[in-house]
């Protein structure tokens, strides 16, 4: 692929293969430990269990769990109840085996960490690997080996908020890159390392997006459209190391994704190398029969995930009936001895899930971990990210940072919110102090700006709307809203400040936020749109309390060893007279293609901060891939031709503009 240089662009080299690849005498080991086990064990190899409020207070019935899957309780409770477990697991097996432990929640009586959504709202890498970290270690020191990582699934318009504030955003790339990151986070780097704080990365809703409601629901996409918008931030994640994976309860195009043999091994193990573990619960696994009808029993179901690609099925600890933990390793065990699900599909799962065992250090002396980041240090942690992922939609009347001298008043914007929190962190910050005011006591003009606290968007529009009409100067605050709802109050000349969560969550940041001792950093991750789809705020939208000017665009090859790669550099200087955070964004739009493509797509972004009057030059590089189209062939090519690079503050707010021309093709196909 040869580019020629008309303007500025970018390229990143393909992204590594999964690290769990066995050495020869983990193979060694592996095989004598094959040898040895009886089909009973294999079978509980297979199966997992998800351990129930009270943790494995009974005998185990059947085989032994390979898995223990722990639900959210204080880590004082998950150490504890998962030492039982592993107590009675190794006591039950010929060669003592443990079980590979994985957290589906953080612990109930830490100091929370950010939402999903909010981690994308920062734009930030380095702060969502500190994140993700910041959860490593305390899971780590209770026992646990694998915990799950960000949603892959992205937020696409027809999802709730529910959905849309579990997931990484709308934009593939944004998702990809944080997911990338966080994997790296919880996994002390790009690879499995036993000890050390880290743990295995699980990878939920692959092939899904949010909104899954209602579970066997059929997306119906195209291949081209799956590979461009849904699978983009799943790839990245395997391809960054994670460990296991879960597949969406969902179909596409008719096909379950439990029984899509091509997604779970063509695309998950052949393409993009992946040598880890697929979960799978049993609810999902039985749907196949009772929600998909792909299958005719609830055996069948079982026997169709496993010949898909599915190694390890498990259901609640001591549930009676179909879907409990000790239902589907009988039924597999039944499968097996009459020949109704091969032997040999069983042995290739089983080595999987040593291989990972091995791989995560399950078999060696307990290794020391490095020690939990500290209660006070995960709250500065939560605060910082907070300030860094609110977004400033809108300030028309330049209200912020508050100042003045007189207090600033509180209005509660609807009837479950507790604005304490807030009031008591601005009255220690602002000279004036502050107060908490019912919204029929502003009726006079006050010369310190009102901070009405949003619940309930939708319902405070109107008091807004009378606050702004006497010229008052408001600031929503909004906590916790579906920023797709926000379009009639960005429509006001409030300043709207998002937040993502309940605002006394984190009052501290947010009374620094609104007086302005920290930036707003956060840029949005969705769009926010208003009648008939209308974009009223872009992707990468937000701004700060300074101004931005971007100069100096340059694209150019790199000739370096490697791929060929685009390298996009400008000048970004901050001229105003406070230090700021900028996310400098760039986005592509190829002008000729053998497919539609949508008009504009993001490329690459980074944060800087500026000192007052501080010039940096940023550079970004851009993945030939993300030049690349699925063809009509499904090809992954880079098609000759005219590439429009431009870089910016947003989708829509685009200061620098040049041109990249492909001269020849590149098929990136694996």
Known sequence: ??????????????????????????????ADLMAE?????????????????????????????????????????????????????????????????????????????????????????????ELAAATAGPLAAAGIHATAALSVAPALRRAGWADVAGSLGSDPVLAAELVRAHVYGLQGGPAVRPGGGTLAAVVPDVGGTAGQAVRGVDHGWSERRLRTTVLPASESAIRAGAALVLPAAAANDGVPLHADSRLLQQVLRAEWGFTGVVLASADDVLGLAERHHVAETADAALALAIESGVHIVFGPDGAEGPGGADDVARRMLRLLVEGRLASWLVDAAVVTVLQLKLALGLFDEPVPVRPPLPRPARVALAARAAAQSAVLLTDPRAVLPIAGPDPVLVVAGGPTVETRGLVNALARRHPS???????????????????????????????????????????????????????????????????????????????????????????????????????????????????VEYSHLRIAPDRGPGPPQLVVQCRVTNAGDRIGKEVVQVYLRDEVASVARTETSLAAFT????????????????????????????????????????????????????????????????
């Open 1 to 30: 692929m040869i580019m020629s240089v008309h303007g500025p662009g970018t390229a990143l080299p393909r992204p590594g293969r999964s690290p769990l690849r066995a050495p020869p005498a983990r193979d060694r080991f592996v």
């Open 37 to 129: 086990m009886s089909i009973e064990e294999k079978v509980g190899q297979l199966t997992g269990v998800v351990l129930g409020p009270s943790g494995v207070a009974r005998p185990v019935d059947g085989p032994t769990p390979g898995v223990v899957l722990v639900g959210p309780r204080p880590l004082t409770t998950m150490a504890r109840d998962l030492a039982e477990a592993q107590t009675r697991i190794r006591a039950t097996t010929h060669r003592p085996i443990p079980a590979l432990a994985v957290a589906l929640h953080e612990p109930t009586d830490l100091p929370a960490l950010p939402p999903t959504l909010a981690r994308a709202a920062t734009w930030d890498t380095d702060l969502v690997a």
């Open 433 to 547: 102090g502050a107060r908490a005011v019912d919204p029929d006591e502003v009726r006079w003009r006050p010369a310190a700006a009102v901070v009405v606290v949003v619940d309930d968007p939708e319902g405070a529009e109107g008091a807004i709307g009378r606050l702004v009409a006497t010229g008052t100067p408001c600031v929503a605050l909004v906590g916790g809203a579906d920023p797709r709802v926000l379009a009639p109050l960005v429509a006001t000349t409030a300043a709207v400040v998002l937040c993502w969560q309940p605002v006394n969550v984190h009052a501290e940041a947010h009374a620094d936020v609104l007086l302005g001792a920290a930036e707003p950093g956060g840029r949005l991750p969705v769009p926010i749109t208003g009648d008939g789809g209308r974009v009223v705020c872009p992707l990468g939208h937000g701004a700060g309390y300074t101004s």
């Open 607 to 670: 944060t800087v901060e500026l000192e007052p009057g501080r010039t940096v030059t940023v550079t970004l590089r851009i993945a030939a891939a993300r030049l690349a189209v699925w063809n009509r062939a499904m090809r992954h090519v880079v098609e000759p031709g005219t590439f429009t690079v431009f870089v910016g503050r947003s989708a829509a707010d685009l200061r620098l503009r040049g041109t990249v021309v492909v001269d020849s093709a590149a098929d990136l196909t694996d």
